[in-house]
């Protein structure tokens, strides 16, 4: 499990904790509680994989909140960019722009800020500038061309989990 | 809402994201149970949100790992003096470390899951009896209706009166079942005439020498009801009436009339 896992959950709380040693121990308290609440896993409710990145982004939530509050300052840092987003390149070292390249950038922030960083549809709303009641429909839209992008590259992908 | 305007309102992404309130939660658990396109699309959102976990992946310093698995509490006793080295570099005999973990992990997925699906089955089960029990109930006050309809119709003392109608209403049929052993009567409203929504039909009690009296009030047609039994009355009267009824009646709106005596 974390031979499979590890790195795409340390993404998300890379994404959302800049500082390495804050990431690397959060991903430890975060393996510790997936060892600690497996139990209470339902598959019925959601796959295991949404179950852990659930966990992965609250834990570095909280921690970005507790040391921004050791900061006094409260207001939660995004450092990623949209230039920084253009740029990034996954584990692979496949730049993941080209396999979801027809994908308009506005989607993949949406679904990197939510997704991967854990913002609230309040924070999108003030942070993007769009009313409360679009972030649903446009999360919607968003993934759903994830999915259609994800579809066309299925050979390349799975030549990615393979390595 | 029908399905597919659920699906897609966005609700089900944000609840893969974990960004629903306990209640809303709860909601889409509750179609994911009773939908298989809301089952089948939850999972096609969460596989796709995986896959761009994966792709975004960032590679975990690999002295991590020992720390990690040196930190995890021991689930079973006496079995993780010489984890360490095992679980970072996997020995090819015999089984690892990990993958007793895994199997240990899927295992308890597994029981869980097996709980979970018995425990809704349960609930269904005794939501099915609740409301089986109701439609039961409400069936046997029908048929008791029914049954004191019956008894009255094949009651040898009953009558049955065609009420008369007046000019206005020629067509109208109404007859009386009258029983004057028991004191009861029912109407069986064979044809009414058409009433606005603020309207409704009075039936009044006449005696000689007496002011009318007003009896029920009602708004039925085509259908059979028990309605007031008033001793010495001679005849029996059926008016149109505002909405609940009135103290004297309208003598304009008078539909027909049935003599008991």
Redesign the interface.
Known sequence: ???HY???????I??ILKR?EDA?EV??VV??KI??N?????????????WM??IA??AAIDRSRLKSFEMDNNTRSFEMSESELKT?A???GID?HT??KDMPVKYRLL??K???QGY??QEISDEMEIPLGTV?????EA?SQ??DQ?KDEKHL?YM??IM | MDLKTYI????L??Y????LSPEEEKEV?DM??KHIEIQRE????????????????????AQ??D???E???S?SSGTTSSVNNT?VTPTKTGLSW?TL??FF?LL??LG??MY??QK?DHNSAIQKYESDKKACDSISQQQQQLFAIINQINDPYNKIIDMTPTAGYAGISVYLHYNVVNKKNFLQLVNLPEITSDQAFQLWSLKDGADPMPLDVFVDNNKIIEVAFVDNTATYAITIEPKGGSKSPTLERLIGTMGVI
């Open positions: 499990m974390y031979q590890s790195d795409a959950l340390y993404g998300i890379s994404r390495q690397e991903l430890q393996f510790l060892w600690n497996i139990d209470s896993y339902s598959e019925t409710k959601a796959t295991l994989f949404t990145a659930q982004r609250n990034d996954g584990i692979s993941i396999l979801i679904i990197d939510m997704f991967l609230t549809q649903k429909t446009r999360l919607r993934i994830l999915r994800l992908l990615l989990f | 897609e309102s966005g609700i992404e944000l893969v994201l974990g960004q658990q994911q149970a939850i999972h096609e959102i969460s596989l796709s949100l995986e896959k761009y976990a994966q792709l975004n992946a960032i590679k975990a310093p991590l790992a720390r990690i698995f930190n995890l509490p689930k679980v990990n973990t895994t992990a308890s997925i869980f899951s979970f699906i809704t």
